[in-house]
């Protein structure tokens, strides 16, 4: 069978599991599973820093793939991105010498900007990669399964509980229709990480576990005259909790997220600590600087998971396991036993660069009209795990899990135009309200 019959099998499959034959935007003229040509083409929404780097990889693959249309709220994002890619020398994306300019094909006109760029770039790929801020990821997520697309998708996938709600709806949508789509929560590529889940049963069952994101913090983007409320929030979105979900969203999900794959679980409750003690003044909006949390799982195991951005603080983004015969540490890819006895030992010049592997992977299915990741319903529930915790610091209460994912809980403005007022507004003194334990009451009942 050749690549194109087992690919138009593919169509028909995914066709009849959509409920629709015909009219099925997936057997448009531009799109690869038509067998028109074997170019896969890729949209990227948000032009970021992941989302030029995810194009890269995407390109690096040994797929025959092309960049055909881009999209971001902002002109110069996408201009920067795209000049990037295209560059003359390509290397310090893809730290090979050469460029990538053959595959790209991005003429003015399918380059598109402003909130509803993603619904014009959409429909002209194979495969669309959503690299925006995670608070539209629900929607851009929807949309591309509405619109029958593979999909690469950065974590988290959401930042409230009524997002977590609207990605699993697509999610389940999204297998029916057999569209792959791959989260990038890249410890589920990466080799060490995958050696040591095979071998996790040297640790018997696992009764605890750690979790750190413990390091500086990031990039502040301060306000600039002349900007709306709007445009000022979604350039510096890292500080507000609608576009980012805190940092024990944003960064942390990856921690928490190994322990929920190694659990085969999520928590049943959430109880913690945290607050701001230099995250301070007008262009760190409502975040954090620091959150530790006590997961519960439904066995009665905790996370004790600790996430912090505070300069000249100890420094450390790693997991541990601890169970009934040893502990799994992620960070030096190794299982011991509660002797100390070294029971695996990866060998880390076996390492890989996750990030390639991520797309290596979705690519050659792809290539194959093969439906191989689901990974969207596990990308919703750890981040759904991430958003608990945050739950728990800024409340100071314990949060159960049924509650707190079925709450409802919306931190989005109702429409999105550079003048609508966001959700969150500063005070007369340019200073934003924040969770204040004690006080901050989700009243869940
Ligand atoms: N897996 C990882 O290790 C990893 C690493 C870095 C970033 N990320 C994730 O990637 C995402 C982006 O992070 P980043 O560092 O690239 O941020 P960034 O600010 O560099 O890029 C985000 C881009 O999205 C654009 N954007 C914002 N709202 C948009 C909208 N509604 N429609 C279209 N474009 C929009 C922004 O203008 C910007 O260009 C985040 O979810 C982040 O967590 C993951």
């Given at each position: ?49 992941r989302?030029?780097g995810a194009?890269a990889q ?126 990038g929560?890249q410890?589920?590529y990466q ?161 890989n660069n996750p990030y390639q592997t991520e797309h290596d ?85």
């Amino acid at each position: 069978m050749n690549n194109n019959t087992s690919r138009r099998d593919f169509v028909k499959q995914t066709s009849l599991a959509a409920g629709g034959i015909l009219a099925m935007p997936l057997l448009s003229k531009v799109n690869y599973f038509s067998g028109a040509d074997d170019v896969i083409k890729i949209a990227l929404v948000g032009c970021g820093g992941r989302g030029t780097g995810a194009v890269a990889q995407a390109l690096m693959t040994k797929q025959n793939v092309k960049l055909v249309a881009m999209a971001d709220a902002f002109k110069d994002r996408l201009d920067s991105c795209f000049n990037t890619i295209n560059a003359d020398d390509a290397s310090e994306i893809t730290g090979v010498p050469g460029n990538l300019k053959a595959q790209i094909d991005v003429p003015e006109d399918r380059k598109f900007v402003g909130f509803d760029a993603y619904k014009k770039a959409i429909p002209f790929a194979d495969v669309v990669i959503l690299t925006t801020p995670p608070g539209f990821r629900p929607m851009h997520f929807e949309e591309a399964v509405k619109q029958n697309k593979q999909i690469f998708m950065e974590k988290p996938v959401a930042t409230d509980p009524a997002g977590i709600q609207r990605v699993l709806a697509a999610a389940k949508i999204a297998k029916q229709k057999k569209l792959n789509v791959v989260v990038g929560l890249q410890r589920h590529y990466q080799n060490s990480y995958r050696e040591l889940y095979k071998r996790k049963d040297l640790i018997g069952d696992i009764t605890s576990a750690q979790a750190w994101w413990n390091n500086d913090g990031v990039w502040v983007k301060p306000r600039e005259e002349g900007q709306t409320e709007m445009e000022y929030q979604m350039r510096n979105w890292y500080y507000f909790n609608w576009l980012c979900g805190d940092h024990i969203t944003e960064q942390h999900i990856h921690n928490i997220d190994v322990i929920n794959w190694f659990k085969g679980g999520y928590p049943v409750r959430a109880q913690g600590i945290g607050g701001r003690e230099v995250r301070k003044g007008k262009d760190y909006g409502e975040i954090f600087d620091h959150h530790y949390v006590e997961f519960e799982y439904a066995d009665g195991s905790i996370l004790n998971s600790q996430c912090r951005h505070i300069p000249k603080t100890m420094s450390r983004v790693d997991e541990l396991l601890i169970g009934t015969k040893g502990k799994i540490k992620a960070g030096d890819a190794s299982i011991v036993g509660r002797n100390g006895k070294v029971l695996y030992q990866f060998d880390k010049k076996g390492e890989n660069n996750p990030y390639q592997t991520e797309h290596d992977e979705l690519f050659a299915v792809i290539a194959k009209g093969e439906y191989k990741f689901a990974d969207a319903e596990r990308g919703a529930y750890s981040t759904m795990t991430s958003i608990l915790g945050r739950m728990a610091t800024y409340s100071g209460q314990i949060i159960e899990w049924d509650k707190a994912i079925n709450s409802n809980i919306d931190l989005h403005p109702t429409s999105y135009t550079w003048d609508t007022k966001p959700p969150l507004l500063p005070d007369a003194n340019g200073l934003y309200a924040v969770a204040v334990p004690g006080v901050t009451n989700y009243n869940l009942g």
